[in-house]
């Protein structure tokens, strides 16, 4: 009891002078109260987010405001700032550390405060979604500020650099070239995140301060790449607007002609976010600009940075493979259902008096379905085929099974590949987790190494291990193991671990960049310029990310013959039509497969080759010569021929390939038409003369 009164008389006498003083949140407005005397206030407009606390920890007041944390002085100055990836739900000092608590779309993450003095680090790393509403949380504090208020609001907060570049603009107009100077000397002076450095860079550009619109360009680079954003990894166009929109600021100088202005940003966007969507359009601009001044070696090194960016690509057909092979595709099925059509209609013509004939005992040609629906089927114009012919038409239906099935996938593949996980920039963080969870990732070898990347991006070297072991033999996990290896000190298993996976894989740049190689692609020059003395980690290409996320044609032709009607239901990428026509390609496969295995009518020997047949064998090229090999080729190259005209002609509305619009392949697919027909007639007039000698001798020996 003595000992308590003692400590308690102690602690009035050190600390008495504070002891009535605190924080206190009164409506949105922050209050420091000592006894009856405020000693501060700062009011937060409702467009920035929730408020969150305070929360005193020894002589720092925190406060969430939206996605930051401001860290107070007891004089009321601001002396931190956090930016977190999502709004703040929570705030706890408990154990001396301030944790925070934010939660996005589906997640949740914690965090632990650094210092204050520190400049407002957060000891976890973080990943920005792509979300404008985070990413632009200072840009839209600074232009709630009205213009009579700006100096006073950047007093108050020395931490936002748009207040200080509005700043600067205000004193520019008033011709105060040191007050100039000095608000962007300030604009300068934060620690800030990646997107707010672009977004200022932006600003700066625009008011006239290139020189320091260089400087914060630089230092967005240096940022990311501290988060672990790298050049190897997609960036969507959601995703690059959220991060300062760099790419929508290049199509404005261009549209300016400021051409210098534009290469500045242009090399930043090559740095950081070569992948970036829409690049190939704006590289092939660019280069058309350069082209037009005379810089004709500038162009076409950037036409050829393009075209590198191709490899590790489907097919190395670049960022838009996936959808150009599934344009290519849909012409294919186009063609082999023209193919096939113009084979059934052209046997149908030749059984059709003969079938007839037969069908009368029945019926008739129609009534007998209902009659004799078993005798009837018995005799349907294919079953009057030879077995060679039917071979042909199960080649054919099965080709185009296997064409609707192919579009199934590359419509699978181009949605998932644009899914915003892989989308992002970088790997990890709690909005990437759970969008991945989103796309339901199949258990193979690529889905462990894109799982291992975000745990190690995130500094969980166990988990990242742990997933990498499910992708035995993996070159890029072997490479990513052997940077485990290394950060923890073992640098000769690390090397051993480098020379395999650059053993199995000889064009893998990260190990070869990790052995001292030194390979000039993107992500190794940006690892070598802004993550110098750091080992270099192995991202997944767009073939490894395919395998991950759909797998290749034959996982959705195995998946889709086991579920047929699977192939009905809507997911990423699938359409309900197009698993229609998957249903029936697949029976009429199965009816023309179990055609196989019926006998010809007894009748079907006298079929002959009625003048309709004819006609028919002369306008569909291959369809009378179905016996022989040739007769299906011709058919399917006339099937091709036509389906390329008729996209050219737009009597389809599907997108043209990339192939058909280049000068003169209409007159390429003319060609191929018109040596169709040619070589049909030949063969043709040959399979009359042929049937006529039979008919005499048939003639003769009766």
């Known amino acids: 009891m ?69 860290a107070l002085g007891e004089d009321g100055k601001l002396r931190a700032r956090y930016a977190l990836p999502a709004p703040v739900t929570s705030l706890d000092s408990t154990g001396g550390t301030l944790r925070v608590s934010t939660q996005g779309d589906g997640y949740v993450e914690r965090f632990t405060l650094g210092d204050p003095g520190g400049g407002g680090d957060v000891l976890e790393r973080v990943v920005f979604p792509p979300d404008p509403e985070v990413t632009g949380w200072l840009a839209r504090a600074a232009r709630l500020v009205p213009p009579e208020d700006l100096a006073r609001a950047a007093r108050e907060d020395p931490l936002n650099p748009f207040l200080a570049l509005g700043e600067a603009g205000q004193a520019a107009r008033r011709g105060d070239r040191y007050a100039t100077l000095d608000a962007v000397r300030r604009s300068l002076g934060a620690e800030l995140p990646f997107p707010a450095w672009v977004q200022l860079a932006a600003g700066l550009d625009a008011a006239g301060f290139p020189a320091a619109a260089d400087l914060a360009l630089d230092r967005a680079r240096r940022d990311a790449a501290a988060r672990g954003y790298d ?98 595709l849909r012409l294919v099925t186009l063609a082999l259902l023209l193919a096939l059509g113009a084979a059934l209609l052209a046997l149908t013509l030749r059984a059709w008096p003969v079938q007839g004939e037969d069908l009368r005992l029945l019926g008739g040609r129609w009534a007998s379905w209902a009659r004799h629906p078993l005798a009837r089927a018995r005799r349907v114009a294919v079953l009057y085929a030879p077995f060679g012919e039917r071979l042909v038409l199960v080649a054919l239906a099965a080709g185009l099974l296997t064409g609707v099935a192919g579009w ?101 740049a990260a190990a070869a960049y990790n052995l001292g190689l030194s390979p000039g692609t993107p992500g190794t020059l940006f690892q070598r310029a802004y993550r110098p003395g750091e080992p270099r980690l192995c991202y997944p290409d767009d073939r490894s990310l395919t395998r991950a996320v759909q797998g290749d044609l034959s996982v959705t032709l195995g998946r889709d013959l086991r579920d047929p009607l699977g192939a009905l239901s809507p997911e990423l990428g699938q359409g309900v039509r197009l698993g229609w026509a998957f249903l029936l390609a697949l029976a009429g496969l199965a009816g023309l497969t179990l055609a196989l295995l019926v006998p010809r009518p007894a009748g079907a020997g006298g079929q002959g080759r009625p003048a309709i047949y004819r006609l028919a064998a002369l306008l569909l090229p291959g369809s009378s010569l179905l016996e022989g090999a040739w007769g299906g080729v011709l058919l399917l190259a006339w099937g091709a021929a036509l389906a390329g005209l008729a996209s050219l002609a737009g009597l389809i509305r599907f997108p043209l390939p990339e192939g058909l619009v280049q000068p003169g392949i209409r007159g390429l697919l003319l060609t191929l038409l018109a040596a169709t027909y040619l070589l049909n007639t030949a063969a043709f007039i040959a399979a009359e003369l042929r049937y006529a000698r039979r008919r005499r001798r048939e003639q003769a020996s009766a």
Not at 255 to 272: C, F, N, S
Not at 430 to 442: E, Q, S
Not at 460 to 472: C, E, I, K, N, V
């Open 408 to 508: 199934q996938w590359a419509n699978g593949t181009a949605a998932r590949l644009q899914a915003p996980a892989l989308n992002l920039g970088t790997y990890g963080g709690g909005w990437y987790a759970a969008r991945l969870d989103d796309l339901g990732l199949r258990p193979t070898p690529d889905a462990a190494l894109l799982a291992g990347l975000g745990a190690q991006l995130d500094g969980d070297d166990g988990a990242a291990r742990d997933r990498y072991t499910r992708a035995p033999g993996d070159p890029c996990a072997l490479n990513n193991l052997g940077v485990i290896a290394q950060t923890r000190g073992d640098l000769p298993q690390a090397r051993e671990l480098y020379r395999a996976a650059l053993a199995d894989r000889p064009d893998l």
């Open 231 to 328: 050049p190897e990894i997609r960036v969507s166009r959601q995703a690059l607007f959220a991060y300062g929109n760099p790419s929508g600021y290049v199509g404005t100088l261009l549209d300016q002609g400021r051409l210098g202005r534009a290469e500045v940003w242009m090399r930043y966007l090559r740095d950081l976010h070569p992948r970036f969507e829409g690049g190939p359009g704006l590289y092939a601009r660019y280069a058309d600009l350069l082209d037009a001044q005379g810089r004709g070696g500038e162009a076409e090194e950037w036409r050829q940075f393009s075209r590198g960016l191709r490899a590790g690509t489907l097919y190395n057909l670049g960022p838009d493979a996936p959808r150009e092979v599934r344009d290519v």
């Open 2 to 70: 003595r000992r308590a009164l003692f400590l308690t008389l102690l602690g009035s006498l050190f600390l008495g002078g504070a002891a009535g003083a605190d924080a206190v949140l009164v409506d949105r407005t922050l209050r420091f109260e000592d006894g009856p005397t405020l000693r501060w206030a700062r009011t937060y407009p409702a467009a920035l987010g929730d408020l969150i606390g305070p929360v005193t920890l020894g002589d720092v007041v925190f406060l969430g405001v939206g996605p930051v944390v401001d």
